[in-house]
């Protein structure tokens, strides 16, 4: 899983990209990029180099074990799937973990979003 700030720049510790990378903040809407979560609103080609659609259900996302609100969730690209999240308002500043449950799966364990007022 990837994330991003809606400016396309990179969410993470200040030091992890110098000048690239930033902490999400409480409140903000950010990207989440991820494969693997199902069938969309429209049909998918195999053989097609660009692929959309609406996930036909939204994902179940969670920040520091707080549900995040789901703006958008479809696929992008062939396999590969954005999540629109807002970061809850209520986190601290740190490393929080991050899920996403769609269809009874759920992304890896271990995955973190830094946060930071």
Known sequence: MAARHADQSLIGPASLYPGSSAPAKPGET?????????????????????????????????????????TFAGLVAPGLFQINVTVPASLSDGDQPLSATSNGSSTQSGVLITVRH
Do not use: D, K
């Open 30 to 70: 950010v990207e989440l990029y991820a494969n693997g979560f199902g069938t969309t609103n429209q049909a998918v080609g195999s053989a097609s180099v660009s692929q959309g659609g609406m996930l036909s259900l939204l994902p179940a996302v969670s920040i520091g074990g707080t549900s995040a609100t789901v």
